[in-house]
């Protein structure tokens, strides 16, 4: 049972052009959503958080918008950069007192030059 | 400020054995959680420790245990290896405030390679 999804396994970009990375939930009970950007031999930095009652949150070329009627979120980056190229993964946080991180599979984004 | 490290970057072990893996939390945060990332996966939640006591625990056997020390550092066991339990090991660090909530964000170290013959 899968709670977050990621479907696209890959996604290529041209530099300077938007890359748009998307998740899908179904647990209600998440109040906090993450982006993390892993690059191989490293751990999953993070990138940028939205709390489940906001809609939109942007740090420089990164904003993560929030669907919750949708059960969906998504992270664009403009203008996407040859150094953006890793591995994503979107997290969901729970509301219990663990605050557990429930991780999609990820998506692999190459930023093409 | 230090980030989050873990020890050590490597193991090679045969099933059947134990392993204990080690984490030193970042500088000022006081709770550990810990992830199994498999080979084209997301980390998935094995437990989270505060103030030294186990505060939650994901779907993974008693096999699996952990500890943490007054200084928040932070030790994963794992009894009896299996094949399946090949995967990279990631401690995430955070700080958690006495009233809880807030946004707690995870940071993560470079994580500990396990394979498991």
């Known amino acids: 049972d899968q709670q977050v999804k990621q479907n696209s396994p890959s996604l290529s970009v041209q530099e300077g052009r938007i890359s748009i990375l998307n998740c899908d939930y179904t647990n209600s009970m998440f109040d906090y959503f993450l982006w993390y950007k892993k690059y191989p031999a490293e751990g999953p930095t993070f990138l940028i958080s939205?709390?489940?009652?906001?809609d939109k949150n942007e740090d420089g070329r990164f904003t993560v918008f929030l669907n919750k009627s949708a059960k969906h979120l998504s992270l664009h980056i403009v203008p996407s950069q040859p150094g953006d190229s890793a591995v994503y993964f979107c997290?969901?946080?729970?509301?219990?007192?663990?605050?557990?991180?429930?991780f999609g599979s990820g998506t692999q984004l190459t930023v093409l030059p | 400020e230090t980030g989050v490290t873990q020890s050590p970057t490597h193991l090679i072990k045969t099933r059947g054995q134990q392993v204990t893996l080690r984490c030193s939390s970042q500088?000022?945060?006081?709770?550990v959680s810990w992830y199994q990332q498999a080979l084209g996966q997301g980390p998935q939640f094995i437990f989270q420790?505060?103030?030294?006591?186990?505060?939650g625990r994901g779907n993974f056997p008693p096999r699996f245990s952990g500890l943490q020390f007054p200084n928040y550092s932070s030790e994963l066991n794992v009894n009896a290896l299996e094949l399946d339990d090949s995967a990279l090991y990631l401690c995430?660090?955070?700080?958690?405030?006495?009233?809880?909530?807030?946004?707690?964000?995870?940071?993560f170290g470079p994580g500990t390679r396990l394979l498991v013959l």
């Open positions: 939205i709390s489940s009652i906001k």
């Open positions: 420790y505060y103030r030294e006591e186990e505060n």
């Open positions: 500088s000022g945060h006081n709770t």
């Open positions: 995430a660090s955070s700080l958690v405030g006495l009233a809880g909530g807030g946004r707690e964000t995870q940071y």
């Open positions: 997290a969901a946080r729970s509301s219990g007192s663990a605050r557990q991180l429930t």
